[in-house]
């Protein structure tokens, strides 16, 4: 009996020294990040979330240009590794392409996640993209700035916000119907749609209406997309007017180079002048409003949302993705411009 026993605790000796030297199976590009969960609470509503993993993502000349927070139980952030501020975020969803990657992550700008191969970069659908260096839109660290002014309140990282909301936003749809870059089509399905139910019931009819969108998304590609999948602002504004026309109405669509909450709903392009080799399509319909955080002290690009004296100094643009997801927010430094529907 005595050996029994002794053979028992030897053979627990062995098998916990084992598990101390055996490798763990990990994901080769998590690291351990400068931002914390107090650092992310100046953006997005973090009380009952915790950070399980941090990724670090590259430009394709292997520079790494932003880190991936995921949240638990739900919830992620991607921060601008120059500013420190966040480029996109959402408190209900994950990226599950970056997180459960093994390969190196590219990151092509806002929503452009791609892994790379032996014939080129691959986006989480399959589909082949070139993608350039990606140049983040700040050119100071914001992160060391509000600490360096830590003593000023006015500039300190301690911020509240509050969340503004087209009318009527609960009636925006939200497709996920993209299966090779016909993202132009899916957003302006979705803006079309929002103005059928709040604003004039036959822009779209009953024979194109579905749960998924897919039948006015179809319908909508030889407008936006063409034969070759892939839209710019001209192709949107001028497909959603022949939409409009071939439905008997007046086109009304018009772009601007920045979104503004006040003009309502709109389809936006995200990526900026070729600084991205990948562009998205998302479809916007409020804002996040900041109190105390101010970048635009420091850049030169203007924002009518960026106001001192106690009135908001930043914001960021609430988006659906074009993937199923609401509630993504993505830095409005990163739109290239905005269609609206009058």
């Known amino acids: 009996m005595k050996f029994k026993f002794r053979f028992l605790s030897t053979l627990m000796c062995f098998l916990m020294t084992v598990s101390f030297i055996l490798p763990k199976a990990v994901n080769a590009n998590e690291v351990n990040s400068p931002f914390d969960k107090e650092y992310t609470s100046n953006f997005m509503d973090v009380k009952d979330k915790n950070i399980v993993r941090s990724v670090e993502l590259y430009s394709n000349t292997n520079i790494s240009v932003a880190t991936y927070l995921e949240f638990s139980p739900t919830g992620y952030m991607i921060i601008d590794n120059i500013s420190g ?42 589909n082949k993209c070139d993608i350039q260096t990606f140049k983040s839109k700040y050119t100071i660290n914001l992160k060391e700035y509000f600490s360096n002014n830590a003593a000023n309140k006015s500039h300190g990282l301690s911020s509240i916000y509050s969340d503004l909301y087209i009318p009527g936003y609960s009636l925006m749809p939200n497709y996920r119907y993209n299966p090779n870059g016909i993202c132009g089509s899916t957003a302006a399905a979705m803006l079309i749609m929002y103005h059928d139910k709040y604003t004039n019931d036959y822009y779209v009819p009953s024979y194109l209406e579905s749960s998924n969108g897919i039948s006015l998304i179809e319908y909508l590609v030889p407008f936006i997309d063409g034969v070759v999948p892939g839209s710019t602002i001209s192709d949107a504004v001028n497909g959603i007017n022949g939409y409009l026309n071939d439905q008997a109405f007046i086109g009304t669509a018009y772009w601007n180079s920045e979104y503004s909450l006040t003009k309502g709903a709109a389809t936006i392009l995200l990526s900026k002048e070729s600084q991205f080799g990948g562009v998205h399509w998302v479809t916007a319909y409020g804002i996040r409003q900041y109190y105390n955080i101010n970048p635009a002290m420091i850049i030169s690009k203007s924002d009518t949302y960026t106001q001192v004296n106690n009135v908001p100094t930043y914001s960021t643009v609430i988006v659906i993705d074009g993937w199923g997801s609401k509630g993504v927010f993505i830095d409005r430094q990163y739109i290239l411009g905005a269609v609206y529907m009058k």
């Open 85 to 126: 501020l966040p480029i996109e975020f959402s408190e209900d969803k994950i990226v599950s392409f970056i997180s459960t990657a093994v390969e190196r992550v590219y990151y092509g700008g806002p929503l452009e996640y791609y892994i790379k191969d032996s014939t080129g970069y691959n986006d989480e659908f399959g």
